[in-house]
């Protein structure tokens, strides 16, 4: 079973990687699966809590003011500060956004899947968990098929 930190940074990693390694003439074009992709992920968290406000986030979010990659990382560098605050957590500095720059792709996305594929013995999670399986399975298809859209 995976804490908090560990699922929670392994889906930071993931969103913000992700953002930074798509490559420039395919934005367009993976924007709004990406989008999708994330939505879903955020409402399958491990903690429900977490999940109903991850979600609300990306289902809300104005994707028409999303034109650029650019502006995609800053999205995710907002969303991911508002989720600081919320938790009391040190708000996260646009200078620290180098490190997923220059991240290897193919990790941040294995350790991603495996990190939200741990089961959870708690019967109250068995759905979600069935859900969650059920988008990570998505995620994997998708990245498989786009993977050579995004730098390694």
Request: aromatic share 16%; net charge positive; with cysteine.
């Amino acid at each position: 079973m995976a804490t908090k930190k560990e699922w929670g940074n392994s889906t930071w990693y993931l969103f913000h990687t992700l953002a930074y390694k798509m490559k420039d003439q395919h934005f367009d074009e993976l924007k709004t699966e990406f989008l999708n992709l994330c939505t879903r992920i955020c409402g399958n968290l491990p903690c429900p809590d977490c999940s109903e406000h991850a979600y609300a986030i990306m289902a809300n979010v104005k994707r028409d003011n999303i034109k650029t990659k650019k502006d995609l990382q800053m999205f995710f560098f907002d969303f991911h500060n508002s989720v600081n605050k919320r938790t009391n957590k040190p708000v996260f500095q646009e200078s620290q956004m180098f490190k997923y720059h220059t991240a290897i792709t193919r990790n941040i996305v294995y350790n991603f899947i495996s990190v939200m594929s741990r089961k959870y013995n708690n019967i109250k999670l068995l759905t979600n968990s069935f859900h969650r399986d059920a988008a990570i399975n998505d995620f994997k298809k998708w990245i498989a098929h786009n993977s050579f859209k995004f730098s390694q």
